[in-house]
């Protein structure tokens, strides 16, 4: 099965850019038309939704969220990043065989 | 306004069993994929499994870690969206979410329910 690895915490300052990779081979090339989506968590909430198919926001999301993938690393980019932004990122990703989570990046805006 | 309420969580000891049921509202629910994750006390999201619609043959896939103690089953009549969990671990303790994960922007949770594996 594939693994969706990502760093288990980033911390920025508050304006400054937060960036959060996820590496595997849970990422295909384009051909293959395989998606990286980006959950938010905070504590004691259901997860939602920041960003999907690699770089889009979903509406009400704020414009310093960003979303990118080369082929094997997708990244979550939040530019000036605020003090509530500070929460768990997972990415995700899918195949015929099942859906695959990383482990999810702690996000500490301070 | 799509909902996802589960229910059926608690305490249960080692080696029993529950289910866990979750209605769904606001949506053509006999056209989605349904999933189960979990999520441990301060650990990471965790996929169970899921089950497609029935014009996809309603097949159900599971994670390892779950395969041959849980099965996912659906009513599409009721909205209704199942997991019978058997033969529970402490390892099994967790949040369960009911989810449609994203199709697109589409992405709908429920609110999740504990289910806590002790003796």
């Known amino acids: 099965s594939y693994e969706l690895t990502q760093p288990p915490s980033v911390s920025v300052s508050p304006g400054q850019t937060a960036r959060i990779t996820c590496s595997g081979d849970?990422?295909?090339?384009?051909?293959?038309?395989?998606?990286a989506y980006w959950y938010q968590q905070k504590s004691g909430r259901a997860p939602a939704l920041v960003i999907y198919?690699?770089?889009k926001r979903p509406s009400g999301i704020p414009e310093r969220f960003s979303g990118s993938n080369s082929g094997t690393v997708a990244t979550l980019t939040i530019s000036g990043a605020q003090v509530e932004d500070e929460a768990d990122y997972y990415c995700y990703s899918t195949d015929s065989s099942g859906v695959f989570f990383g482990g999810g990046t702690k996000l500490t805006v301070l | 306004e799509v909902q996802l309420v589960e229910s059926g969580g608690g305490l249960v000891k080692p080696g029993g069993s529950l289910r866990l049921s979750c209605a769904a509202s606001?949506?053509?629910?006999?056209?989605?994929?349904m999933h189960w994750v979990r999520q441990a006390p301060g650990k990471g999201l965790e996929w169970v499994g899921r089950?497609?619609?029935?014009?996809?043959?309603?097949?159900?896939d599971l994670a390892a870690p779950v395969r041959g103690r849980f099965s996912i089953s659906r009513d599409d009549s009721k909205k209704m969206l199942y997991l019978q969990m058997n033969s529970l671990k402490t390892d099994d303790t967790a949040v369960y979410y009911c989810?449609?994960?994203?199709?697109?922007?589409?992405?709908?949770w429920g609110q999740g329910t504990l289910v806590t594996v002790s003796s």
């Open positions: 089950i497609k619609r029935k014009i996809d043959g309603g097949t159900t």
């Open positions: 198919e690699d770089s």
């Open positions: 606001g949506f053509t629910f006999s056209n989605a994929w």
């Open positions: 849970a990422l295909p090339p384009k051909y293959e038309t395989k998606f």
């Open positions: 989810t449609t994960l994203p199709v697109g922007v589409n992405d709908n």
